[in-house]
């Protein structure tokens, strides 16, 4: 027998960072797409901490500063540091094994967010979101849930329109 989440503030938090993530992907625009990210990510961090899941909390917490410095640098050495804090401040906090998921996801789109463009780094942070999806059914978090779910699907039509663009245009 499958019992729900309870319903709360906490779940009210996590389906208002739903509703403000879910439009984050249809942004074409890298630079948009990044700042975007970073308002949903504190939100969600918020979420997270009301719900007791310290490990996402502290991953959403950085991935918020992280995805707004990278609007502004492609630093190598700013990246590496986001990743190690992701690791430092994640790996003390652990209390389930599926907790990892986050972390390494979280590192990949890091890397992403600094190092790739267009439709590479779209795919790199849609394998995040399955990292993250696995964490928010195993946790019970509602809207990180359906978040998730979300991304992977609207992601993934923005980079068919993004591939079929690249197709159209004359090389």
Known sequence: MVTLPEWNLAQAIGMVAFAIGATAFLHSDGRRFRLHLTLFQVVL????????????????????????????TQSTGVMLFFIALLWVMGLPQLEYSYELLTIFGSSVATWALFKAQGIQMRLLVMFNSFCWLTNNLLLG???????????????????????RAEQHTPA
């Open 45 to 72: 961090c918020s979420h997270f901490i009301m719900m007791g899941a310290l490990v996402a909390a502290f991953g959403c917490g950085i991935s918020a500063i992280r995805s707004y410095a990278s609007t502004k």
């Open 141 to 163: 978090s509602i809207g990180g849930t359906l978040m998730e779910l979300t991304f992977i699907v609207v992601n993934a039509v923005t980079i068919f329109r993004m591939y």
